[in-house]
């Protein structure tokens, strides 16, 4: 397993290695501070922001265990939000999905459904992954729900995870799919893009 920055391309959107040319799309987007509620980032109040964002995340590159993407819109060519693979541990083949957000306006659509499709798909069919973790907020329930809808099995909570921006502590709840669930959860999921 090696995953390596690569364009994924859906019926509806594509993930594109992220980069300089996608900061003023997600500075229009990544204004609302709803976006930001459970991430360490506030949100965008100028386009020197989003720029500043964009590059902590194409240096996090070099780090070799973290793949940030840009989620644009296929008939627009415009990008709506973010998203990427983390924790990258090609050894024991397994990573994170995380780092995600969306636009208000994209958010409890079919983005998310797509964008989860193309990546759990790229790690379980391309690249040969054992593993998916995703986590968040224990008190994210939109999220939670999110995940659960999808197949994510739930494994366990860790307590004063992080501390957030406003100086509370975080637990975060983890989920993962693993190789065994990928048929089934791979079903799921294209029936539910059938459906959007």
Known sequence: MDPQPVVLSGQRV?????GPQHAR????????????RYL???PFASLEDAQTWVKMCVDRLATNTRIQFAVVLAGENRAIGSTGYLDIDRPNRTLEVGMTWYGVDYQRTFVNTECKYLLL??????LGARRVCIKTDTTNTRSRRAIERIGGVQEGILRNHRINRDGS???????SIIEEDW???????????ARD
């Not at 594509?14 to 992220?18: A, D, G, M, S, V």
């Not at 500075?27 to 930001?36: L, M, R």
């Not at 798909?121 to 391309?126: L, R």
Request: glycine share 2%; charged share 35%; net charge negative.
């Open 40 to 42: 360490l980032t506030p």
């Open 169 to 175: 502590n975080r637990d975060s709840v983890y989920y």
């Open 25 to 36: 799309d997600l500075y229009k987007v990544g204004q609302d501070e709803a976006i930001w």
């Open 183 to 193: 048929p089934e959860v791979r079903e799921n999921l294209e029936q539910m893009l």
């Open 14 to 18: 594509r993930l594109e290695p992220i």
């Open 121 to 126: 798909k790229h790690a379980f069919e391309d």
